[in-house]
């Protein structure tokens, strides 16, 4: 997809970003297939520091969590909750080695909205949760359910939200293959959603050879691409994007992209 570049294209905005350490156990965060090497948890660290860095050159308060080795999952923090507006709703984590995670994120959130919860026999990861406007794309994954799609709308139907509940295969979540840019702009890996849901979009679409670039981060006018897409990065450009690139390898290695290590608000 081109499009003329009629100045800047418009991001999602935030003011504060929720981010939390890596702790020494993050070499046995889970991974749905072996890596080629081992996660290296310092350059893990640096690659962590390298984000929250971006974040704050894109004007976002960090508010950071120290690590807690009982979570060697804990720096993806955006499974833990999804905010939306004014509030936020506190997952409970499909993994059941993540369960826990979740407190401290919500202590924090505490302090600026009001807290919701998904309980069973519903099972969330906010990484499922693509939320567009008021319409809320709800991957039903191997970590998130139909019970919390029902709770999600439950809780939100009022709130003039729509729930969209959309399968997905062979990825983690709904959000390892498609992510919001702005305007009416998604990236999307095709062939692991129902992709007639986002018919109503335009895609730039992701080739397999790039597959992590399907989760990009995109927030107060720019969008952050993994390393190593340039085909990606250059379409995500040429629709008026301003990019920035992160290596992101350490966390790619246990399923983690770009949105997966923040909580944006
Ligand atoms: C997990 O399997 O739960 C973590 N190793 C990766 C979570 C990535 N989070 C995300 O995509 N939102």
């Known amino acids: 997809m081109t499009r003329a570049r009629f100045g800047q294209m418009k991001t999602p905005k935030g003011s504060h970003a929720i981010v939390r350490e890596v702790p020494n156990a993050f070499e046995r965060a889970l991974r749905s297939k072996e890596p080629e090497t081992p996660i290296d948890v310092a350059r893990a660290r640096a690659q962590h520091e390298r984000y929250c860095e971006a974040l704050q050159t894109l004007g976002l308060t960090l508010l950071r969590l120290s690590a807690d080795e009982r979570f060697p999952d804990c720096p993806f923090v955006e499974d833990t909750a999804v905010v939306l507006g004014e509030g936020a709703i506190i997952a409970n984590l499909g993994a059941p080695s993540r369960r826990g995670e979740e407190q401290a994120v919500a202590e924090a959130l505490a302090e600026y909205m009001e ?43 009022s709130d003039g939200y729509e729930v969209v509940a959309v399968s997905v295969r062979e990825v983690l979540h709904l959000k390892s293959a498609c992510t919001y840019l702005g305007g009416d702009i998604l990236v999307h890996l095709p062939g692991h959603l129902d992709d007639e849901a986002f018919s109503k979009f335009e895609r730039i679409i992701v080739p397999p050879q790039e597959a992590p670039a399907a989760n990009c981060l995109a927030v107060n006018g720019r969008v952050l691409v993994p390393a190593g897409a340039p085909r990606t990065r250059a379409h995500i450009e040429a629709a008026g994007f301003e990019v920035l690139e992160l290596d992101i390898s350490e966390a790619a ?3 983690g992209g770009l949105t997966c290590s923040s909580i944006i608000f």
């Open 253 to 255: 290695k246990a399923g």
């Open 115 to 157: 807290l919701y919860e998904i309980v069973e026999p519903a099972r969330l990861d906010g990484g499922d949760v693509l939320s567009i406007a008021r319409t809320l794309f709800v991957g039903l994954s191997g970590r998130t359910n139909r019970a919390a799609a029902e709770q999600l709308d439950a809780l939100l139907r």
